[in-house]
């Protein structure tokens, strides 16, 4: 008996592990290569709250995950419903944070029928950039 309990058990849960959907991510960071701190201003057009977040020299800080069901075609611009300012303490960045080919993206398909997308955008920040 204690045998059969633990075999539907595990049956039960292989079951409900292969029925899990799988779902797209996307993250969007920034990366701070410059020599001074760097303070982020995000604000998306689906959340009213603004994000303030500090990087550090080297750091590099996640300022939005997605996760959902965008099926590849569908991958979100970070541009197009967000709204990034980015600054240190002496001067406004000159390089468009706001601007799809400023960013760096990486697509990565994961699973094992590379039926999910990983996306990761990378907006890199040097001195040169203030």
Not at 20 to 27: R, V, Y
Not at 33 to 39: G, L, P, V
Not at 55 to 73: F, N, P, T
Not at 95 to 109: A, F, P, R
Request: charged share 25%; hydrophobic share 35%; proline share 1%.
């Amino acid at each position: 008996m204690k045998n059969t309990v633990i075999g539907l058990f595990i049956l039960s849960s292989l079951i409900l592990l292969g029925c899990t959907q799988l779902h797209d991510q996307q993250s969007w960071k920034i990366k701070n290569d410059s020599t001074s701190d760097i303070f982020v201003e995000f604000t998306h057009e689906f959340q009213s709250e603004i994000k303030l977040d500090t990087v550090k020299v080297g750091e590099e800080r996640l300022v939005y995950y997605k996760e959902g069901l965008i099926e590849g075609e569908n991958i979100e611009d970070p541009t197009m419903y967000a709204n990034i300012l980015i600054y240190n303490s002496t001067d406004t960045l000159v390089k468009d944070e706001n601007l799809l080919t400023n960013w760096g993206v990486t697509i990565e398909e994961i699973g094992s029928n590379n039926e999910v997308m990983n996306c990761e955008y990378v907006f890199y920040v040097c001195d040169s950039n203030f």
